[in-house]
């Protein structure tokens, strides 16, 4: 028999830690473990003194088998009689049984023992368990030696996961040396996890309802729960008048089955009852402790509201007034907000918290009766929203129609439309105020350069409604005019209009052409919609003399043309909304005298958004008008449409019927470029100042470009102005946007045939030296004479500059169909150059000119020119340049050759035909300038040479 001693026992204890831990960090923690300590453990069987298990399991201790018996030693398990076969003997074991605690579960995975034997004890071991009525080896077979040896048997196989009964194992010992001999287990531990069945505080453990209505399902609460080590499911059971469900909305039921992971329990109270009514939510599983969640809830009577039967009324539409409104309540609220709802003018009401009017928490409940309104019959009740946003509506309302009515013309007094005594509501219309003109004997009459407001304006049949010139009608909505109702705007007045809604009835608008001539044209466009045809409007013009702009062929058509642009006979084409028609003055006026032509649309006015499609043909050029039955803001409109014009210029025809002079006039939002041409006002009276409330009056056509992409020209209310003109444009009355620091000034060229050519230079803030959409106008010119200045290498009309710099230098250019002295002169300035010089430097003559101390009179050839002449803004002294033919112009006039030598003198001139026969001789000119009227030569090539004082010889040639 062996000994053991002290430092045997250390090391044994030492070897039995390190197991431990390894086992503890790889394979899971110490389930059971005994270092098996004492005089003579082996006495008891089983040996349980020293065992350290987890609380969730029972431990038989080690045992022995019959077939073995106890034999003395310290500090082991220690036996005898093990068989010598080479084949284990069933009863020749030590037995270890672990048994889970109620819902517990056993997780193995390891299993770890320390054996020793004597000399002639038992050399091989295996472990075998309950699980197969112990029929398979578990693991390898070991080898027990004379000193203590630890042996590991794995037991993660899934045959050792999650068993949930009593398992044992059983240590065979077998092939002993003798029959006397010894072996031991001196200490083990079985390693894994226990999981029990657990059920975790839910969250929240408590729920609370407040007060909800008898017989009703309050809104879901919600808590959750999980579970741990759980078999089946989590049973969830609540008393009435409580029910629980897996779902917010759906399924309540007084229990149902969570999953054993747990989730969300969604919780209802359903009182029948009145009063106070605290119940728990219990949560159970098998094995588990219970959980609770508290309820708390009270029910409450519905709640009621009555509204208090009161006459209200009548009120005026557009006057506010004041409503004390009484109710009564039954039943518990959960806050003191009660409501007054106002219904729609039939006395119909919304079920949702709209058209709240008042607001309070004691009967009676103040409320404000909108001005607003349209005329109607409305009703008023109470309303409450409890805190779970439920509504309570009273079941009746104040019992009687409080009647809202428009205010009425009665012209009691006179036909003032600005007289309070002439309107049933004893006020004079406002912009939030429905208004009616009645069939009385005085017509309704807007006049004295006033405006006129209104909400909706109805005129009645046989009712009159006139609005003088220089008056304005500013209406928020629509305008009705009913059958046999009539609505007249005469001429320099305005309908102007807010809202985007339609129009009905017919008016009559007058709208005043510029004084011309019997052969003289306009644009016009219509500001109404109807029937009324081109005909119709102008009955003695004759019928090819109405026009619409062909894009696609850059010309006018008329109903004769090939295109088919135009439609058919003007006696059947209406007016399309801001289209503009060419239209001549009507026939037969006296020839020489000017007379102006008085234009009546009639038909329903144009209102809200309005849209006209652009051609992209030709040279896109698209002829259209302002659709509204007021003028319209320039930069507005030139803003709205920056993707479809093309720079955003404007152009207005602007003359008589003369071929020879130039057809449009310009204008940008930086300015007006003139045309001075013979007939119509040329509105240069009023473009000055602030470009920003320039306007385009009502039934005005003219001319845009369309952008190469357009699509259509857009217009709308937010355009529309009050002005009151009969010019193209006027400065407007009304709000306008801001205008930029803007500094400009208008060079005029014209020559003694009445020619006329006008261009804009301008300096902003916000414009640079390249082209600026809607700044810089490009030159439309088709007369004989035309000034013209360039950025990125367009033509333009108007030019406008980044801010100013007396260093700058603007090229300027001209066309002249026709040679001779033509006059270049500033027309007007404004802003800085109001203290700065302009100067004009002549290239071609080396001259610098101060156009404000004069114009400038130059001589010229017929042609394009684009390098002669430059502005500038200081005088620099030039130097004398060699005489050139640049310096000299001939040209023929009259039957006239006239020559001019610029700065140099004259003295002799030669003339040679084409084959250099001398034709003509003149001596001592003595002159820069020289007119040959007696030239007797026939049309041909001639070769005109100039002599200088110096001596110096220029020749040109000429077609004469």
């Known amino acids: 028999m062996m000994m053991k001693f002290f430092p045997q026992k250390f090391l044994r204890d030492f070897l039995l830690f390190m197991v431990l831990m390894t086992i503890g960090t790889s394979q899971g923690q110490s389930i059971w473990t005994n270092t098996i300590d004492g005089t003579n453990p082996a006495t008891a069987n089983p040996f349980t003194s020293g065992d350290v298990n987890d609380s969730d399991i029972t431990v038989s201790g080690i045992g022995r088998g019959s077939g073995i018996s106890a034999n003395a030693g310290a500090d082991r398990y ?88 009593a398992i044992t194992f059983r240590v065979y010992y077998y092939k002993a040396n003798g029959g006397t001999g010894t072996a031991s287990i001196n200490d083990f531990v079985f390693s894994g996890t226990v999981s029990s069945a657990v059920i975790n505080t839910p969250s929240p453990t408590s729920l609370a309802f407040g007060n909800v209505t008898t017989n009703t399902n309050s809104v879901s609460k919600s808590f959750t729960v999980s579970g741990t080590g759980i078999s089946g499911s989590i049973a969830v059971a609540v008393p009435a008048p409580y029910q629980v469900s897996s779902n917010s909305t759906t399924g309540f039921a007084s229990s149902f089955n969570l999953a054993a992971a747990g989730g969300t329990v969604y919780v209802r109270f359903s009182p029948t009852v009145t009063g106070s009514q605290p119940a728990t939510v219990t949560l159970s599983a098998a094995g588990a402790t219970n959980k609770t969640v508290a309820l708390t809830g009270t029910g409450v009577l519905p709640p009621s509201l009555t509204t208090t039967t009161h006459s209200y009324g009548p009120f005026c539409n557009g006057i506010a007034n004041t409503l004390s409104v009484a109710f009564t309540t039954q039943g518990t609220f959960d806050n003191t907000d009660f409501h007054v709802q106002i219904s729609d003018a039939n006395g119909i009401f919304t079920n949702t918290q709209t058209n709240i009017i008042g607001t309070g928490t004691l009967s009676p409940v103040t409320a404000s009766f909108p001005a607003g309104l349209a005329p109607g019959n409305y009703k008023i009740r109470m309303l409450q929203v409890s805190n779970s946003s439920v509504l309570t509506f009273s079941a009746n309302d104040n019992g009687s129609a409080i009647n809202v009515s428009s205010n009425t013309w009665t012209g009691t007094t006179n036909s003032d439309w600005n007289t309070a005594a002439n309107w049933s509501c004893g006020v004079v219309p406002t912009g939030a105020m429905a208004a009616v003109i009645a069939q009385v004997a005085n017509p309704a009459i807007v006049s004295g350069n006033m405006t006129a407001n209104a909400a909706a304006l109805t005129v009645n049949t046989g009712a009159t409604l006139v609005v003088t010139g220089g008056s304005n009608l500013n209406l928020t909505d629509a305008l009705n005019v009913a059958n046999g109702g009539t609505a007249t705007f005469e001429n320099n007045s305005n309908l102007i209009q807010q809202n985007n809604v339609v129009n009905q009835g017919t008016v009559n608008i007058h709208r005043n052409s510029s004084s011309l001539y019997n052969l003289d044209y306009t644009i016009w466009s219509a500001p109404t919609t109807g029937t009324q045809t081109l005909k119709a409007f102008s009955p003695n013009t004759l019928d090819e003399r109405f026009y619409v702009y062909n894009t696609a062929q850059n010309a006018y058509s008329n109903y004769t043309s090939t295109s088919g642009i135009f439609g058919s006979n003007p006696n059947a084409v209406t007016f399309t909304a801001a289209k503009g028609y060419l239209i001549r003055m009507p026939d037969g006026l006296p020839a020489g005298q000017t007379t102006t032509f008085n234009g009546l649309f009639t038909g329903t006015p144009n209102n809200g958004a309005v849209t006209l499609p652009l051609s992209t043909g030709g040279n896109r050029y698209n002829a259209v008008g302002n659709p509204y039955p007021s003028p319209i803001n320039i930069w507005d409109f030139i803003d709205a449409n920056a993707g479809n014009l093309d720079n955003g210029t404007l152009y207005f025809w602007r003359k008589t019927n003369n071929p020879a002079e130039t057809t449009y006039a310009t204008i940008t939002k930086l300015a007006y470029n003139a045309n001075t041409a013979a007939g119509g006002d040329t509105g240069l009276a009023v473009f000055a100042g602030n470009t920003a409330q320039w306007t385009i009056n009502t039934g005005q056509g003219f001319f845009v470009k369309a952008a190469p992409a357009a699509t259509s020209l857009v217009f709308n209310n937010t355009m529309r102005r009050a002005a009151n003109n009969n010019q193209f444009f006027k400065t407007a009355a009304t709000a306008s946007p801001v205008e930029p620091e803007i500094s400009r000034f208008s060079l005029n060229l014209s020559d003694n045939a009445n020619a006329f050519g006008q261009t804009v230079i301008g300096y902003t803030n916000v414009t640079t030296n390249n082209l600026d959409y809607g700044w810089d106008g490009l030159l439309l010119n088709d007369g004989d004479l035309a000034i013209y200045t360039k950025a990125d290498n367009t033509k333009l009309a108007i030019q406008a500059r980044a801010g100013f710099s007396v260093q700058d230098v603007v090229p300027v250019s001209y066309k002249a169909v026709n040679g001779g002295n033509i006059t270049l002169s500033l027309n007007n300035f404004e802003g800085l150059f109001s203290n700065q010089n302009i100067y004009l430097k002549d290239k071609t003559l080396n001259t610098i000119h101060n156009l404000k101390s004069g114009s400038y009179v130059f001589t010229t050839e017929a042609g394009t020119f684009e390098n002669r002449f430059e502005i500038v803004y200081e005088n620099s002294v030039l130097s004398t340049p060699d005489f050139d033919a640049n310096q000299v112009v001939v040209y023929k006039q009259n039957h006239a050759l006239h020559i001019n030598s610029g700065n140099t003198v004259l003295s002799g001139i030669k003339i040679f035909d084409i084959s250099g026969r001398l034709v003509y001789e003149q001596n001592n000119v003595d002159a820069t300038e020289a007119v040959i009227s007696n030239l007797n030569v026939s049309q041909q090539v001639l070769i005109v040479q100039l002599i200088t004082a110096a001596n110096t010889t220029v020749s040109k040639k000429i077609i004469y």
């Open 78 to 165: 220690n036996a005898t009689g093990f068989t010598t076969s080479a084949s284990i003997d069933a009863n020749d074991y030590f037995s270890f049984t672990l048994t889970p605690v109620g819902s517990a579960k056993i997780n193995f995975s390891s299993f770890a023992f320390t054996t020793q034997r004597s000399n002639t004890g038992p050399v091989s071991g295996i472990v075998k368990s309950s699980l197969d009525n112990y029929s398979a080896t578990i693991g390898a077979v070991f080898t027990i030696g004379t000193a203590a040896n630890t042996s590991t048997i794995t037991l993660t196989d899934a045959a050792y996961q999650n068993i949930a009964s």
